[in-house]
């Protein structure tokens, strides 16, 4: 079992900055995919970023490629979202998962543990 919790969430301008923590419980944090899905008022959640075990390899959905980057640290059990350029679009509910039943770290399906969310709001 895994137990995640994020932070770094907060008010932010159109065009700033900020980065999303995510501290994961477990011994065996470093064998799992992590990924960052939203969720906007009214819409599906949406995966937008996936980093590998060893976080040699990462997905990013076209919303967020070139702007987000998604990071590991697997001594820390941290995983990190620099969010960069931001929109008022970006504006949701951001969710750390883990995927702990297989390694492929580009599936959203196959994750199957999530924090509680927190909080980003982009103001124009």
């Known amino acids: 079992q895994v137990q995640l919790v994020e932070s770094g969430g907060g008010l932010v301008q159109a065009g700033g900055s900020l980065r999303l923590l995510c501290a994961a419980s477990?011994?065996?944090?470093?064998?799992?995919?992590m990924g960052w899905f939203r969720q906007a008022p009214g819409k599906e959640r949406e995966f937008i970023a996936g980093?590998?075990?060893?976080?040699?390899?990462?997905y990013y959905s076209d919303s967020v490629k070139g702007r987000f980057t998604i990071s590991r640290d697997n001594v820390q059990n941290t995983v990190y979202l620099q969010m960069n350029s931001l929109k008022p679009e970006d504006t949701a509910v951001y969710y750390c998962?883990?995927?702990?039943?297989?390694?492929?770290?580009?599936?959203?399906?196959?994750?199957?543990?999530w924090g509680q969310g927190t909080q980003v709001t982009v103001s124009s």
């Open positions: 980093i590998s075990w060893s976080g040699g390899s990462t």
């Open positions: 477990g011994r065996t944090f470093s064998y799992y995919a």
């Open positions: 998962a883990a995927n702990t039943q297989g390694s492929r770290w580009y599936l959203r399906h196959e994750y199957d543990h």
